[in-house]
């Protein structure tokens, strides 16, 4: 039966949302039999990096003082600051209420000690279990560092991720600073010169294969500066023109880059004080054109750029444009890049990733997204109706799991 009514459009694209089972396709999560690589809990909530530099603008203390401090000085440091001095409304901020809200936690209280010891005594993989079920998530994609020796002892030794969380190799210092990287790679026992040379490529093209072997991840990815810039002639892009792209193609995994970020801006701080700047897309044409059997998955930091990546991704079927990342993953950008998105390119897009850090922050991160997305398709298929479209509940269905899983799943060419 078409549906008649904009209530009964509401709710079936809202209930759609709510039952299609999420893969996220990009995380820092990872699978609790990874050991402490895992955050979760209301410490780590507090202190995720977007909130250390909100409550920078506050506190009168100096980072490295701050960061001195035990992780629960540091909680309880941000919690009367940005939500017992002010009111928590930054985006990142009223994530933290949703989230404890979602895990039955009482507000009203404000007791944060309280909150502690309701989550004390939970094991990660318990607690996994029940967030994974409360973001309605079914696939956890990863971000694999193969230089932290923490991953080295688990993909080395053979072990074997949660089914639910999906490796990703993820190669920032070979194409961002090849240079510093080559002493890391003789390290792990691959014998490179500093330069990009033809010794360099063959074993960065061995440290790859090796790295598919261990992790059998479902794509390689690496964050790029605002300057990238490809073809270029610098040892980073001969790294990826050499050895990077061909290799992708080898195993038939997609490149992420991830584009736009400037590392630390204000290093003291740390993982707070990175920025952002304008990238030039001109190089992922190039990319996307000049190699038409690799496939790029892409998402771009800053605002400026987001308009002329739909326009790319109009272009080239091997280009996927992905999420709303880190600074614009904020309900008013969000919405407008989702608008633009569903305007330009109809439903072949992936809307949004949640780049958690902390487990529990899917809560949130997603239940945000899912009502912006909610909000612009119930605006677009309203049009639809208007026009004389008759709308099947199914065909709802069908769209939002395009969305939210399968564009993904047949962009890699893998089932689930
Ligand atoms: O969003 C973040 O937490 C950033 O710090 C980065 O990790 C970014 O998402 C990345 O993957 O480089
Ligand atoms: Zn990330």
Known sequence: MPIGTISALEEAVHESLARQPITDIHTHLYSPNMGNLLLWGVDELLTYHYLVAEVMRWSDTPPDVFYGWSKQQQADHIWQMLFVNHSPISEAQRGVLTTLQALGLDLTTRDLNAYRAALAGLTAEQH???VLALANIAH???TND???PLEQAFWQAGHKPDPRFHPVLRIDPLVRGYNQAAPQLRDQGYDVDDDATERSFQGVRRFLR???????PLYMAASLPPTFRFPETSANAAILRECVLPICREAGLPFAMMIGSERL???ALRLAGDGLGRADLSSVAYLAREY???KFLVTVLSRENQHELIVLARKFSNLMIFGCWWFVNNPVIIEDITRMRVEMLGLSFIPQHSDARILDQVIYKWAH??????KVLVDKYAALMQAGWRLERAEIERDVADLLSNNFWRFLGRSI
Request: glycine share 4%; proline share 11%; net charge negative.
């Open 146 to 148: 193969p230089f932290d």
């Open 140 to 142: 956890v994609v990863m």
């Open 369 to 374: 997204s899912r009502a912006i997305i909610g």
């Open 292 to 294: 038409p059997h690799n």
């Open 128 to 130: 996994v279990d029940r």
């Open 210 to 216: 090796d790295w598919i072997q261990w992790m059998n």
């Open 265 to 267: 801006i204000n290093p």
